[in-house]
Nanobody
Framework: QLQLVESGGGLVQPGGSLRLSCAAS????????IGWFRQAPGKEREGVSC????????NYADSVKGRFTISRDNAKNTVYLQMNSLKPEDTAIYYC?????????????????WGQGTQVTVSS
């Protein structure tokens, strides 16, 4: 079964940090762009960041540039999202997804194999 599983979410104070992990099973991430998306209650899902299969191309939403860093370890079949300087508006369920076309572009329609999400809550 092809699966992506997110982990690492939790409750953090504003200004704090979290590192999310996206682990694949049933397939190898080597040939996929992996993206992170998020959705808050009552809001549409939005793209956060993505990384090409080789790691050579990354993209970030303007709202997270300079604060979030995406990386991958293909040997571990895992992609990470390091989130620093977190803000309350970062509160959402975070999902990872795989783009088999490996465009390296943060465009939701290109992605499949979505995970079930991990909750990130930024609050005092």
């Amino acid at each position: 079964q092809l699966q992506l599983v997110e982990s690492g979410g939790g409750l953090v104070q504003p200004g704090g940090s979290l590192r999310l992990s996206c682990a694949a099973s049933g397939f190898t991430l080597d040939y996929y762009t992996i993206g992170w998306f998020r959705q808050a209650p009552g809001k549409e899902r939005e793209g956060v960041s993505c990384i090409s299969s080789s790691g050579g191309r990354t993209n970030y939403a303007d709202s997270v540039k300079g604060r979030f860093t995406i990386s991958r370890d293909n040997a571990k079949n895992t992609v990470y999202l390091q989130m620093n300087s977190l803000k309350p508006e970062d509160t959402a369920i975070y999902y990872c997804a795989a783009d088999p076309y490996d465009y390296g572009i943060l465009r939701a329609t290109d992605f499949g194999s979505w995970g079930q999400g991990t909750q990130v809550t930024v609050s005092s």
